[in-house]
């Protein structure tokens, strides 16, 4: 039992802990990088969307189906992860971007929320230009909600994610729950069907704006719709 007097024994225990330790960090701080862990999303349907309740968030709210907000001219509608969030306010000031050409292809530019806290709703509508609905149910945010905890903040993408919106000049808060992820949607007017689904896999996973224009050019109004049937 003399190794055990040799403190060069203890040395490389110590050592070989230390090393096994790393290895163990680096593998997981690499699966944390991949999509292995990501919860996977599953596409929603037209009739799941349809069936969808929003409530207006004036001081009498309405509700309504969604169906509502793309029956004639279809829709671009951002289920936003938190409208404190910088990256989700960025994401927004993107859409907001291709108002002007919505505009002109008739195509209305909608947002949800899930929840409604002080002035969040109110402070994110600088950087959205089109109306917000609230989705209390969370419905748009499925049909298999999908979270991303603090794994987020070892991913590689994300922090680049937030450099990219801090040098834009993008700020906020940390009220409300930000860990249900959001997405955007393209939806055709009546039964045209979902044109895009752009669900956010990380923190910052923003929808490619010229996607969502391609997408937005297929839109047929319900007239024309009507008329190709």
Same mark, same amino acid.
């Given at each position: 039992m003399s190794f055990l007097q040799d403190p060069s024994f203890f040395t490389m225990g110590?050592?070989? &802990?230390g090393a096994g =330790? $790393?290895?163990a960090a680096a593998l997981a $701080?690499?699966?944390a990088n991949t999509d292995?862990? $990501?919860s996977k999303s599953q596409k929603a349907t037209l009739e799941y969307l349809e069936d969808i309740d929003l +409530?207006? $968030?004036e001081k009498e709210p309405r509700t309504f189906k969604a169906k509502e907000l793309w029956e004639k001219n279809g829709a671009v509608i951002m289920a936003v992860r938190r409208p404190g969030c910088f990256l989700c306010r #960025? #994401? =927004?000031a993107d859409l907001s971007s291709l108002k002007p050409k919505l505009d002109e292809l008739g195509v209305p530019l909608y947002a949800v929320v899930k929840e409604q806290i002080r002035t969040e709703v109110q402070d994110f509508q600088p950087y959205f230009k089109g109306e917000i609905f609230l989705d209390e149910k969370k419905k748009f945010y499925g049909p298999q909600r999908r979270k991303m905890m603090f794994m987020g903040f070892v991913r590689l993408g994300v922090w680049y994610n937030f450099f990219r919106a801090r040098n834009g000049g993008f700020s906020g808060n940390l009220e409300g729950e930000g860990f249900i992820l959001g997405g955007v949607f393209v939806v055709g007017s009546g039964k045209q069907g979902i044109l895009l689904e752009h669900r956010e896999k990380e923190f910052g996973d923003k929808v490619n704006p010229v996607s969502v224009l391609e997408a =937005?050019? +297929? &839109?047929q109004p319900q007239t024309s719709a009507a008329e190709t049937k």
């Open positions: 110590m050592w070989s &802990i =330790a $790393l290895g $701080l690499l699966l292995v862990f $990501l +409530k207006t $968030l #960025e #994401e =927004a =937005a050019r +297929k &839109i």
